[in-house]
């Protein structure tokens, strides 16, 4: 606690007071005449007002306040992350109602299975292409099945790639496949056409890469020595239908993995998938 002092002066005299808090500490009285230093020594050869002085040049105070509490550090903010990217899914096949349900139209089938499963329409014709936007999740899709015919697919899936600046590894393209058994699926994450003439006319269209992954649902060999070009526009059977159906359902889900989790994930749901059981 500090002291306060006050001096009130007379004709003759003057009188120091002193106060601490708000009680009277010390009282006297010294002659005018004095001169500092006189007043000086007097103040020192009172006893009592020797400590007085002591508290007084040193201004020290009785009070041991802490330290002020340092202010408290706030927490680390969160970066906020990244949106995602938005991923293309092109199925391929022949438009038209004399292709449709046949087996080179498995492509479009998982894309109509999608859109129906996510709610997205697919009534705009953009690009060449029957064309739609969604999400599955929080990704941002989009749907396509090229309108150029199978062999001209390039030019539809090359010009949506190039508007929107898709990278290639969020391009997934879903076609049928007669290397595969049927309703069987793989899925890559790049390589070649494979002899496939819509898979070999994108790859021009995208500068001739081949880097970008790739959905294949077989659709078997012919039997005999059928034209495998007569096969691929062939129909399936009321049993070849159901199995392809559950195969379509896979594939869905194979897909959403793949959008929301990662090629590795996605890949490994494929693999160990099972086939229906009639």
Known sequence: MKLACAISSSASSATVLCRRGGRLFSSFS???TLNSSSY??????NTAATNSLHQISCSMSTSTSPPPSPALSEPPQEKPKPKPQP???VGLGN??????????????????????AEGISMGSVSFKA????GFI???????????????????????IVSYYK???????????DLDLPFAKLRLLPKGGHGGHNGMRSIMNHLKGSRDFPRLRIGIGRPPGKMDPASFVLRAFNRQEREELDFTLHNGLEAVRILVLEGFDKSAT??????PLTV
């Not at 029957?130 to 936007?133: A, D, I, L, V």
């Not at 990704?139 to 697919?153: G, R």
Request: glycine share 8%; charged share 20%; aromatic share 12%.
């Open 40 to 45: 000086w020594r007097s103040w020192m050869s």
């Open 130 to 133: 029957q064309f739609g936007k």
């Open 166 to 176: 898709i990278p290639l590894k969020q391009v997934l393209v879903v076609f049928d």
């Open 30 to 32: 010294i002659p005018k």
């Open 95 to 116: 438009p038209g109602k004399r292709y449709a349900g046949t087996r080179h139209n498995v492509g479009f089938e998982m894309i109509d299975t999608i859109a129906d």
């Open 137 to 159: 999740g929080d990704v941002p899709i989009m749907l396509a099945k090229p309108q150029t015919f199978m062999n001209a697919s390039g030019e539809s899936v090359g010009a």
């Open 87 to 89: 991923w293309l899914i």
């Open 269 to 274: 749901f494929v693999n160990s998938a099972k």
